[in-house]
């Protein structure tokens, strides 16, 4: 949340952030200061998201290709980090 700041530039990230995140940012009343504690953040995030090994399982159960270890193929995972971690 740091990372954003408060330029009007980052209207759409704040706006985001408080869909996903709402309930675990705090405001302080007089200010309008907002801060949020880390674990509770990550908390939002595990409810929400999948370990790459659930993830490569459930493509492995549909019987695409990825490989026989439980980690599949480095290719195959390199394309779900992209997937996911698209700059």
Known sequence: ???LGRSWRN???W???RARYGDAIHCYLGSGHVWALAGELDAF???SCRT???MLAARGAK???VGEAVGGYPRECQK???LLLRP
């Open 52 to 54: 790459m090994t659930e």
């Open 45 to 47: 995030d595990r409810a």
């Open 15 to 17: 706006r985001k952030v």
């Open 11 to 13: 209207k759409n990230g």
């Open 1 to 3: 949340m740091a990372d």
């Open 63 to 65: 019987g695409e290709g």
């Open 80 to 82: 779900l980090v992209k």
